[in-house]
């Protein structure tokens, strides 16, 4: 412990205007002290009448490297919270041993510092309640509905398009040391990722084309909380909501093309028919039979309807004496 403490000549604390010299000997006799205390409780921890000797051994030793930048107060602090806990054994257990699910961990901090060996669990761990706090974080998949959103797309058309994102904790330690509120941070941050990306597309883009739209959203997302400790799985569009006004000019558009598309293709079979009649006429005119034919299959069908009235058609041919003269 003697090597732990700070190498320092003199310490100077200056408190209106009162100068507080603590000399080189004052720092000797705290590692002592120290010293002192860690033998003691090693000692409690060793001895045969002990009833939890291994899990004080645990706490007892469960300091790093980190610890090292506490100073002499941070190790008296710590000496002194091990001896509590070894004093009011059994009970100091119940705030000393902690559970976190498989699904979760718990981030440590000691004295105000991250000790070394990153987050803890999944399982039982130990912590020390003067001078030790811990968070716990949880991994599984987390999703959210990103409000809709008001966009003015690249050709000047307001659309309000809504969706939902995927994503979980990747770094514990990372997500709790590095942003104040990681999941409200990554909420805020997908709505404004949906205004920018929607603001460089056109409105028939969106319509069509929303999964190149949802994973340039997600690689952007990703980019950014990666520094946050947060994994961005997924991230799909599930709603374009257009106005009223713009869907019955749409829905006009799209009428009046479907007519027009049926008007071309009802003169197209007209001029194939016309060909087709100018053929067969052509057919007919050269045999007289054919025609008579012809005339026969009419009067076949009209008479399998059932119409009382039947019209006989005359040939010209038979007039012809008659304008002649």
Known sequence: ??????????YHNKCDNVTTIVTESNLKFLSKTTDAIFETLKALAESAWSPFPEILLTIL??????????????WLLYAFSLFLIVVTLPFSLVLCIKVVQEYERAVIFRLGRLPLGGAKGPGIFFIIPCIESYTKIDLRTVSFDVPPQEVLTKDS?????????YYRVSNPTVSVANVENAHHSTRLLAQTTLRNILG????????SDRESISQGMQSSLDECTDRWGIKVERVEIKDVRLPVQLQRAMAAEAEASREARAKVIAAEGEHKASRALKEAADVMGSSSAALQLRYLQTLSSISAEKNSTIIFPLPIDLFKAFINK
């Open 200 to 207: 460089t597309k056109n409105m028939s883009e969106i319509l």
């Open 1 to 10: 412990m003697t090597e732990l403490l700070p190498n320092i000549s003199c």
């Open 157 to 165: 058309v307001t659309v309000s398009v809504d969706a939902v994102v």
């Open 61 to 74: 030793f469960s300091a790093d490297d980190n610890t090292d930048g506490a100073g002499c107060c941070g």
